[in-house]
């Protein structure tokens, strides 16, 4: 049985009485046995001093001392011990067995491998034979291959191919040169393949330059049929504006029966055009094909960058040259060739940077743009400044506008070219306005102040429809006699044709909206050329009123076009309507619109002078009141009648209102003036009733206009002979002095001069009793009327 109690270490007692030192080591080397401490340090320290024989006896030593312990354990083990035992004699005796078994074995082993190792020498014998004869047959391959090579490379030479030429002498430099056996055909090898080199890279360099001179006239073609196309294109989307405007138009007006389909063409054949998909040699494509074959062959000579540089250089003096301006020509017929060539070259560039596997670097292509872009903006600001005519810098700038399309597709930046474009619209305006001006007057000139006779629906589509006069939607019988004369029209296509190439001009420039700048130069057009113009035939050509009363029709009739002018602008500009109407600023003729209407009023006071000059005729002293009107303003009424009669049929109502408004104002103050002036020294009660009469035919006259015009419009007309109706009321009142009283004075006489009042009233004289009592018997009471009067007339005295 194993002890179950704890292991206790232990420690080595302290020698006394001055032990000796191996005592020392054996009492160490006892308690580390026993503590089952490494003997490691003992073992090597006795064969370090030389003693091993004394460690060996401090062990023998130690098994002495423990053998009475070890017979204590044997004795307690003993039945495991001969157990043990007896199970080693077994192993050993397997083990026997095993040993013979591994000598027959290995017997056997001998027998067999013998005839197998002579087979195995026989083998190696053989496979050294082999490896010579395959050394043999691979020496004659590799020949076999060079010479192949070299054949593929001369046919190749033969047919041109020099990228496949020179890949079968890299082929046979990298793969063959080194590893050929044949010392002859090395030496052939090493001549031969830089000489074939320079030959391939004369042939393509020539190639190349070629294609360089054929380049030029390519570029030229293509970029005409990209502009050309690009132009189509915006052909294309103006028309399906126009369609646009036309719907929108026929849905303004309410015309359900007109329907507009609006279908967009395809407009994608410029891009095959510029990218060659149409084919590498067509008459719309360009070939390429030189310059990659050149270039590629460059790589394979190793010569990538110098080609590159070469490329570079020839191109950029080829677009130094393009931009050399013929003074032999005029700018207006070879600025199209101008700018077709550098956009031409600019798409080649494109596609050769696209496609061209890096022979020309971005930065090379933005700094060739960049100076071409330097170039077109001195030369347009040179060409530009020399042009005195509108429509030759219209026509190149819509061209500019067109490359700027054009280019723009490819991603070059254009807003250098635009802004020389958009520094020079004032001077295109400038110019527009001084060609407009001309044309209005020559217009203006060659008017005759007649109404427009129309025989056909056609001259009324073109002269009225076109421009909106019309004031029905309902087409007039023919022929039809127009309320204007031809001026109208005349000016307003002038207008019209201004508004359309200022929109042209402003349109495609980089500016989205551009309505307030068009809307700025129409605004100039009209109140510094059209309305100054026709204030100088107003105040220098109307000499009659027919003339008048026929300007006076045609400036209510610019006032309707005027509307469709701006609202015209606003189309063309892609302005909804409803944004330009509420911008919309007062009507910019109004100085020749009033001139006119002055005119026409000052021609008509001239003829009711004519009229009111038999007022002279009154009997202002008369003993009776009248039994009528007086003759004066018969013939006022007749002039008027026959006036409103005639102007009714060309004057809007608006319009005649003004006029007779003016005219009964003028009359007003001609018979106010008259009971003012010299020639009537005094007058009686019964001249005033007389003209009270006459003022009530003429207020007759304004209240039976409420049928042409309004009631309120009719009681405005009436309104006008307020200062001579209150100056007769004053005189014909029974207490003419409530005038002083203020509250009375301004809702019955606010319309008269105190002055005048005194003046006039000064001149009142009656010798009837029957109207002023006793005024003419001596001693008898005064009239208070004439009382009331006289207080007027001291009081008003006072105040003056």
């Known amino acids: 049985m194993s002890s179950t109690k704890t292991r206790r270490k ?66 307690a083990h003993y039945q495991d011990f001969i157990m043990a035992v007896d199970d080693l004699r077994s192993l050993l005796s397997d083990v026997d067995s095993l040993k013979s078994l591994l000598s027959d074995s290995n017997s056997r082993l001998q027998n067999v491998a013998v005839p197998l190792l002579n087979s195995l020498d026989s083998f190696v014998e053989a496979k050294n034979k082999c490896s010579n004869i395959s050394l043999a047959i691979n020496s004659l391959s590799t020949c076999v291959k060079v010479m192949e090579l070299c054949s593929r490379a001369n046919f190749h030479l033969a047919k041109g191919n020099f990228y496949m030429a020179l890949k079968c002498l890299d082929s046979i430099e990298n793969n063959f040169q080194d590893k050929t056996p044949s010392s002859t055909l090395k030496r052939m090898l090493e001549k031969q393949i830089p000489a074939i080199r320079a030959h391939i890279e004369r042939r393509v360099s020539k190639e190349f330059g070629d294609w360089l001179v054929e380049i030029r006239v390519v570029s030229r073609n293509l970029g005409q049929l990209a502009i050309g196309q690009a132009s189509a294109a915006r052909q294309r989307e103006e028309e399906l504006r126009i369609k646009q405007r036309q719907a929108e138009e026929q849905s303004r007006l309410s015309l359900r029966d007109c329907a507009y389909a609006l279908e967009e063409e395809d407009g994608d054949e410029i891009d095959g055009v510029v990218d060659g998909s149409n084919g590498g040699n067509g008459t719309s494509g360009f070939d390429l094909t030189p310059l990659y074959r050149a270039y590629h062959v460059h790589q394979t000579l190793g010569l990538e960058d110098k080609f590159r540089k070469y490329y570079f250089e020839n191109r950029k003096l080829q677009l130094t040259s393009d931009f050399q301006v013929s003074s032999m020509t005029p700018f207006l017929e070879s600025h199209q060739t101008f700018f077709a060539q550098i956009a031409g070259f600019f798409i080649v560039e494109d596609r050769v940077f696209r496609t061209g596997g890096g022979l020309i670097a971005k930065m090379e292509v933005e700094s060739l743009w960049d100076t071409a872009v330097s170039k077109m903006c001195s030369v347009l600001e ?17 061209y500019v506008s067109l490359l700027g399309v054009t280019l723009r597709r490819f991603g070059y930046p254009i807003y250098a070219l635009l802004d020389v474009l958009s520094k020079h619209r004032d001077k295109y305006h400038e110019l527009l306005l001084s060609d407009c001006r001309q044309q209005i007057a020559d217009a203006l000139s060659a008017d ?21 006069l019309q004031t029905s939607n309902i087409m007039p019988a023919f022929p039809y006699v127009a309320p204007f004369s031809s001026m109208v029209p005349d000016c307003c296509r002038i207008v019209r044709s201004f508004v359309e190439d200022s929109v042209s001009f402003m349109s495609y420039g980089g500016q989205l909206e551009f309505y307030d700048v068009v809307k700025k130069y129409l605004d100039r057009l009209l109140t510094e050329v059209l309305d100054v113009a026709l204030l100088k035939v107003i105040n220098g050509s109307i000499s ?95 002039f008027l009648e026959t006036l409103v009669s005639t102007a009714q049929q060309i004057l809007p109502a608006q319009v005649l209102k003004r006029v007779l408004e003016d005219v009964l104002s003028h009359i007003s103050e001609m018979i106010v003036g008259a009971l003012l002036g010299e020639s009537v020294k005094k007058f009686s009660i019964n001249a005033i009733i007389g003209i009270d009469v006459d003022i009530k035919l003429l207020e007759s006259f304004a209240e039976n206009q409420a049928s042409l015009l309004s009631e309120g419009d009719a009681e405005q007309l009436k309104s006008a002979l307020i200062e001579s109706r209150q100056m007769v009321n004053l005189l014909t009142s029974n207490h003419p002095e409530n005038f002083l009283n203020p509250v009375i004075r301004e809702r019955s006489y606010n319309a008269l001069d105190y002055r005048k009042v005194v003046t006039i009233s000064e001149k009142l004289r009656d010798q009837s009793d029957r109207l002023f009592s006793s005024f003419g018997t001596r001693g008898a009471k005064q009239n208070p009327k004439k009382k009331s009067l006289d207080t007027l007339i001291k009081r008003l005295k006072e105040v003056n």
């Open 448 to 468: 005759k102040f007649e109404q427009m006779y129309m025989k056909k629906e056609y001259e009324y589509s073109m002269n009225v429809l076109s421009f909106q």
């Open 544 to 638: 009659a009123v027919t003339q008048a009363m026929q300007m006076a029709a045609n400036m209510a009739v610019f006032e309707r076009a005027c509307d469709f002018l701006f609202r015209h602008a606003a189309l063309l500009s892609g302005i909804p309507l409803r944004i330009a109407e509420r911008g919309r600023r007062q009507f910019p003729l109004t100085k020749a619109r009033d001139a006119a209407e002055e005119t026409l009023s000052g021609l008509l006071k001239q003829k009711v002078d004519g009229f009111m000059s038999l007022i002279e005729n009154v009997n202002w002293m008369a003993d009776d009141p009248p039994q009528g009107e007086n003759e004066y303003v018969n013939e006022v009424i007749i």
């Open 10 to 75: 232990i420690v080595p007692a302290t020698a006394e009485n001055g032990d000796t030192a191996d005592k020392q080591d054996q009492l160490l080397l006892s308690a580390s046995i026993c503590n089952g401490e490494d003997l490691g340090p003992f073992v090597r320290k006795a064969f370090a001093t030389g003693k091993p024989e004394t460690l060996l006896h401090h062990l023998k030593y130690f098994a002495k001392s423990k053998e009475s312990e070890i017979e204590d354990v044997c004795r």
């Open 382 to 398: 040179d060409q530009f400044s020399r042009m005195q005519t509108a429509n030759h810098l219209l026509l190149i700038k819509d």
